[in-house]
């Protein structure tokens, strides 16, 4: 799939369910919501790029507290969706703008914070967005990603990404840490510091956030009662499918 046809299938999957994501638990909290805002806090005139804001959560947590958040994605429908949050909430700091993350449409040295939640494994090519983010970010900058990672272990990995491409058809890979951290290394960051958290994932909601098909679900379940033991307990499978996976919160700096 080339990369203008995978970008239409993010827009097609998430465009439709632009304020599905507004009301997701999931999306919607987490304690390194918590540390972002904080982070930023420091710096009232700072200037944040939420870098694939999906529904804005991030954006809503980070804006009271600094001059401006930019809420950029690839999806129209989630913008439209993030500015008519943002004006309710009266927040009139954040703006919107569309576009992929491997293209960012900034001057460099343009950002104080680059923030990136749960949208990463979704891009064409991570790398290459990364060596944006550097980019745009100001001398002295940061960046934080949030993401599900791989746990690195190759049965364990390809039942991950078998799993997360069936819920949802713009998946392109959950990175494992090491992948990550070489990435960042590669673009030109220095690393500051990185941690990893369980998230328990609720099969229904999972799915139904997505629009699933039935098929695909069944598929999902049928593996999940296929697998062996080892994956079984790592992923923490229960018997309605529900299940827990692993998150990364990396911070970077230029």
Request: overall charge negative.
């Amino acid at each position: 799939m080339n990369k203008v046809a995978h970008d239409q299938v993010v827009q097609r999957q998430f465009g439709e369910q632009a304020s599905v994501y507004l009301r997701s638990e999931v999306h919607a909290r987490g304690v390194e919501l918590a540390a972002l805002a904080l982070a930023a806090a420091k710096y009232p005139q700072a200037r944040v790029l939420d870098l694939g804001c999906g529904a804005g959560h991030v954006s809503f947590h980070v804006a009271p507290s600094v001059a401006e958040v930019i809420a950029y994605d690839l999806s129209q429908d989630m913008l439209d969706v993030v500015k008519a949050a943002a004006t309710e909430r009266e927040l009139r700091n954040i703006s919107t703008q569309r576009g992929a993350a491997e293209k960012l449409p900034f001057a460099d040295d343009s950002f104080d914070f680059v923030f990136s939640r749960y949208s990463a494994h979704h891009w064409n090519d991570l790398e290459l967005a990364l060596r944006e983010t550097r980019r745009v970010l100001k001398p002295g900058g940061r960046a934080a990603f949030v993401d599900v990672v791989s746990p690195g272990v190759p049965l364990l990995d390809t039942y991950l990404q078998a799993v997360e491409v069936l819920r949802d058809t713009s998946h392109v890979r959950d990175y494992s840490a090491a992948e990550w951290l070489r990435m960042a290394n590669s673009a030109g960051f220095l690393l500051q510091s990185h941690s990893q958290q369980r998230l328990r994932l609720e099969f229904s909601s999972w799915v139904e956030r997505m629009r699933t098909p039935d098929v695909f679900c069944k598929a999902i379940r049928g593996l999940q009662q296929a697998v062996g033991e080892e994956v079984r307990s790592y992923f923490e499978i229960s018997s309605d499918g529900s299940f827990s996976t692993d998150v990364m919160v990396l911070w970077i700096g230029r």
